[in-house]
Structure formats: structure tokens, C-alpha cells
């Protein structure tokens, strides 16, 4: 399959500069962003983001926020994807954090 279209965020880490994350579009437009979501499920994770996103936030903050964009996604996007990836990128390198949120958290 050749994608004839694709958005990227990607995200880096430099130790001078520090974290970095960058949104590409189909045609090849950069941005720089302080936080990101492409797609039908970013109408509703910008939101929350915008409500709970803080510059400075440590790693458990930014999971919790992920997790109320996944849960806020699920509640209202009718067709939802069933898996979510969530990878972390820091100092330490990329890895992945898990496959997905728990439905039996707290909705936001």
C-alpha cells in the first residue's frame, strides 16, 4: 500500500534545547507545537488538551492528560478506534508505554 497522503507528529529530544514536536501535514508544512492530534479524535483531545495541558509537565501529568484525550475521544467519537499506542519521548530516549487506556478510569 503507497500512502498518497500523510500527517506526521513527530516528536525529538535535544540536550541543549530539550523536547521538541513538530507536526508535518500532507503537503509538507512544518509547525512547531507545545501539544498535538491529527485526525477526526483530535477535535476532541485538543479540547482537553487546552483545558489541561501546562508547559512543564512531568511524565505523570502527561500520561493522565492522554488518557483523558483517549477517554474523551471514546465517549464521543462514534466509530473510536478500539487500541490506542502511547509512546513517551525524553531524555532517555523513545519507548513504548503502553498499548492502551483502561475503560475503567474516571471519564474526564
Do not use: Q
Amino acid at each position: 500500500m503507497n500512502p498518497y497522503s500523510v500527517n506526521i507528529l513527530l516528536a525529538g529530544y535535544d540536550k541543549e534545547t530539550g523536547p521538541s514536536l513538530y507536526y508535518i501535514d500532507y503537503i509538507a508544512t512544518l509547525h512547531k507545537l507545545e501539544k498535538g492530534a491529527f485526525g477526526y479524535g483530535s477535535y476532541f483531545s485538543l479540547l482537553m488538551m487546552d483545558k489541561h495541558f501546562h508547559s512543564g509537565m512531568n511524565v505523570e501529568e502527561a500520561i493522565d492528560l492522554v488518557d483523558k484525550c483517549i477517554l474523551e475521544i471514546r465517549s464521543r467519537l462514534v466509530v473510536a478506534p478500539p487500541n490506542f499506542v502511547i509512546k513517551i519521548v525524553d531524555k532517555d530516549g523513545a519507548r513504548a508505554w503502553r498499548e492502551s487506556v483502561k475503560d475503567t478510569h474516571a471519564s474526564a
